[in-house]
């Protein structure tokens, strides 16, 4: 072929051509997806970059629905990809847990998720031989009381289930599901139950989900089912928390990772043994006392948790390490049915660090913390996290259900069946906040306008990737990355934006947030891949947990407690980083050294400090020095705009100078409409980007955001707490709360009297004023003054004879002198022949 001259370059162009469609054809994305090839990648960004390999779709798979509840049974479907219905699909989750999939009619592959002890996302692997998992995904694991109504069974009436065998608690219970989420038109309703066995943080503390028996069988499949309880038979009826269970009825009895809908973990009171519906109170009694003595013998988790935040303000506020309780909301109408006369609770995200404690705190209309000391509606800690903590799996860590096993099933022991919560207030007090300390704020607003943790305030509008704050010592960073801004006409400003922040704490997941091409709307991704949030709001993720309640909203949180809010709004994306006071003079970057030394904010990447009033150019340069490098990057660059500008370009870029003030000039229409919007706290920012984008919509965005930045840092103003006062035996107290300048006032029952301070305040120090205060009943105040009185009259009895005893024992030992004296006197006044007769007188005279 090549034997004439003239085509040798032709045939050596096409033996390359072939070897790199040969090399090409050879890269397939089986068992490699994530990875980038020379070729082409099998990585998530490739189908923005346009370089997938060809097998994409056919090995790094897509799946809907990507979500469901961690009790399992969710039959999702592959999408993009067709199978032969003769083929053995199965998936594996985990790389151990093995569930049977199927093809359906249209050529469909479906895989059934397992039961599972953990939420988050969970890998998973299909084979259609049974043999070679070389086909990926993943899988989202959610916690039961998290997951949408519509994918759970729902309760009739959730308070007949849970009371039900108690005093004038009877009738029919019912059950309601979609039915559409169970391929088959004939079902079983059945009934598991939850427990943990093993010694209490060993090795074999184990989980357990058994099927206990089958309530109604082979019933249609029309999303309604309703049945009488009955006593259960004695194995049964000891199990008192479980879950109901609708699944196919051409499977057995208690068949696990089939396709089924699961209740939400319940107190199963409708089957428990005829002693309960007989006498309900003394039955729940003996089980409260049992649960006490099992308490006493575990170890102590109150000394590690965290304290709650003083006021509501603070709960709400300090967003890196308390989230809404759910099951009390107030902007869900706060219907706290265990918390009567809160609004509002929250839960501290991170487990305690041995044990994997939660804690929750609660607050009334007023914003004051509502206390078990003064209400049984006081916030409670937990044992077993109610969202669980990684590595979840084992006991106490179990989402969800370890709580109900060590929490919420002895408060119906001890409270909601029987009236002692005094043994469950022993073991779950409130905790009140007077070690709490509210983290610092700064942000990152407007077009870009920055506050430091110490307050300082600045403006930067360079072009490029910088460090917004690094700890080496948290291994925690987060970078952020600016974009020029553009007019209405599509012109480019000399001013740019916050268009996107990345961040990691050790080696947690990679989290990145964006503003979308659609106005006002953010993008998160994970580890380059994007995370979608329209099936769950929060998702649990490795080292760090991510909540987007609407597209302009997203939450990051971090073990450290630092949280990071990102919002979207007027054409920019906010900024605010909330630090826990562990990292006071750990941190650096273009947010500032959180020191309380605001003159070191402006320290550079290499420790030279300029002066906080240097001029916008320096303040410009200073900035400029804290660019990233590739290496030290966390950004996604799945674009060829990110790449040519932000990868392959200077991560400062030198070329883009921005106005670095506004005129106001009289002759401008836009002046007074300015100056009459941007008023108070934040017109520097507002003025600035009104003028500078030609646009009062701008300014308005910019001042809100600025306000929003300071009625934040109000709400984690430090408040000081003198801590819980309890009212006297036999009186009463009126006042709950326990901040500086609060006061609380104390009475006697009648036939009691008042002894100590009737009236106490909290002082600045952190202590109350006043003395302790009792109240004595008076017959007894009686008894006690006549005993005091007759006691201080036997002391001056006393006093007195011991006065009188030592005068006269002085005057005897004064006559014996005088005596002595004289006798020996009158001896030694003879010569010294008598002497001898002296020295006996003397001894007759002392005698």
Excluded at 12 to 31: E, G, H, N, P, Y
Excluded at 40 to 45: D, L, Q, V
Excluded at 631 to 638: A, K, P
Aim: charged share 20%; glycine share 8%; proline share 5%.
């Amino acid at each position: 072929m090549c034997k004439y001259n003239n085509k040798i370059h032709l045939c050596m162009f096409i033996v390359l051509l072939l070897q790199l469609f040969s090399r090409t054809a050879a890269q397939s994305c089986a068992r490699s997806c994530g990875e980038k090839f020379n070729t082409c990648s099998c990585h998530a960004t490739c189908e923005s970059l346009k370089d997938c390999c060809a097998d994409y779709k056919l090995f790094c798979l897509d799946i809907e629905p990507h979500s469901g509840s961690l009790l399992g049974g969710t039959d999702f479907k592959i999408l993009n990809a067709t199978f032969e219905q003769s083929i053995n699909l199965t998936c594996r989750f985990n790389s151990e847990i093995l569930t049977e999939g199927y093809v359906d009619e249209n050529g469909v592959g479906h895989c059934i998720t397992p039961l599972l002890y953990e939420s988050g996302w969970i890998p998973f692997e299909m084979s259609t031989d049974g043999v070679n998992y070389d086909r990926s995904g993943r899988w989202l694991s959610v916690h039961h009381s998290k997951l949408s109504p519509f994918y759970k069974i729902i309760f009739a009436n959730a308070t007949q289930w849970q009371y039900y065998g108690t005093p004038n608690v009877s009738g029919d219970l019912k059950m309601i599901w979609i039915p559409s989420l169970i391929k088959a038109e004939r079902v079983n309703i059945e009934l598991w139950g939850y427990n943990e066995t093993g010694k209490a943080y060993s090795a074999n503390w184990e989980a357990e989900w058994k099927y206990l028996y089958t309530v109604g069988r082979d019933v249609p499949n029309n999303g309604v089912f309703s049945f009488t309880p009955q006593i259960a038979e004695h194995l049964y009826s000891l199990w008192d928390l479980g879950s109901m269970r609708v699944s196919p009825s051409t499977k057995p009895d208690g068949a696990r990772d089939v396709n089924a809908l699961w209740s939400g973990a319940h107190a199963i009171a409708w089957h428990l043994e005829e002693a309960f519906r007989k006498d309900s109170a003394g039955w729940a009694l003996e089980k409260c006392i049992n649960w006490d003595k099992e308490e006493k013998a575990m170890p102590n988790f109150l000394t590690e948790i965290t304290d709650c935040p003083c006021t509501l303000a603070q709960a709400r506020a300090d967003t890196g390490r308390f989230h809404t309780d759910y099951g009390c909301d107030i902007e869900a109408g706060s219907l706290c049915i265990y918390h009567p006369g809160a609004v509002h609770c929250v839960r501290a995200i991170q487990g305690s660090p041995e044990y994997g404690a939660g804690q929750q705190c609660c607050y009334d209309s007023t914003g004051a913390q509502v206390l078990t000391g003064d209400s049984i509606g006081g916030s409670t800690p937990d044992r077993g996290h109610d969202w669980g903590e990684p590595p979840y799996k084992k006991p106490p860590r179990v989402p969800g259900f370890s709580h109900w096993k060590y929490d919420v099933i002895s408060f119906y022991y001890c409270c909601l069946w029987s009236d002692n919560c005094k043994y469950y207030f022993t073991h779950r007090p409130s905790s009140d906040c007077r070690t709490y300390r509210p983290p610092r704020a700064a942000a990152v607003l407007g077009d870009p306008h920055f506050i430091t943790f110490d307050g300082v305030t600045f403006t930067f509008n360079g072009k490029g990737e910088y460090s917004l704050l690094h700890s080496s010592d948290y291994e925690l960073s987060v970078q952020g990355r600016t974009e020029p801004m553009k007019f209405e006409n599509g012109t480019v400003a000399m001013a740019t934006r916050l268009s996107s922040v990345a961040m990691r704490e050790k080696d947690s997941d990679v989290i990145e947030v964006r503003l979308r091409d659609q106005v006002d709307e953010l993008q998160v991704l994970m580890n380059q891949q994007v995370l979608s949030f329209s099936e769950q709001k929060w998702i649990d993720l490795k080292g760090v947990f991510v909540f987007s309640p609407k597209p302009t909203d997203v939450t990051v949180m971090f073990p450290s407690g630092t949280g990071v809010e990102v919002r979207a709004g007027g054409g920019v994306m906010t900024l605010t980083i909330l630090l826990p006071h562990d990292l006071q003079n750990h941190t650096q970057g273009l947010l500032g050294t959180m020191n309380d030394e605001p003159e070191d904010d402006f320290t550079s990447s290499n420790g030279v400090i300029i002066p906080l009033n240097s001029s916008a150019q320096d303040i410009f340069t200073y900035c400029a020095g804290w660019a990233i490098r590739n290496e030290t990057s966390l950004f996604t660059y799945d674009s060829t705009h990110l790449l040519n500008e932000y990868y392959y370009a200077p991560k400062h870029d030198p070329s883009f100078i921005p106005n670095f003030s506004v005129t106001e000039d009289p002759e401008d229409p836009l002046l007074e409409p300015t100056l009459n919007l941007c008023a108070g706290e934040g017109a520097s920012f507002c003025k600035y980007d009104a003028l500078s984008m030609r646009s009062l919509e701008q300014g308005n965005a910019t001042l809100l955001a600025y306000r929003s930045h300071t009625s934040t840092k109000k709400a984690l103003e430090p408040v000081q707490s003198c801590g819980w006062l309890s009212p006297p035996n036999h009186g009463w107290k009126e006042g709950t709360l326990y901040l500086e300048g609060a006061t609380v006032t104390f009475s006697c029952n009648s036939g009691y009297r008042l002894y100590g301070s009737q009236e106490r305040t909290c002082q600045a120090g952190g202590k109350w004023s006043g003395q302790d205060t009792h109240c004595v009943a008076d017959n007894t105040l009686a008894i006690v003054l006549g005993s005091v009185g007759a006691v201080l009259a036997l002391v001056v009895m006393v006093i007195a004879i011991a006065v009188y005893t030592k005068k006269q024992k002085k005057e005897a030992m004064k006559q014996q002198d005088d005596k002595i004296f004289s006798c020996v006197g009158l001896c030694w006044e003879g010569d010294a022949m008598e002497q001898d007769s002296c020295e006996r007188q003397y001894q007759i005279c002392s005698r």
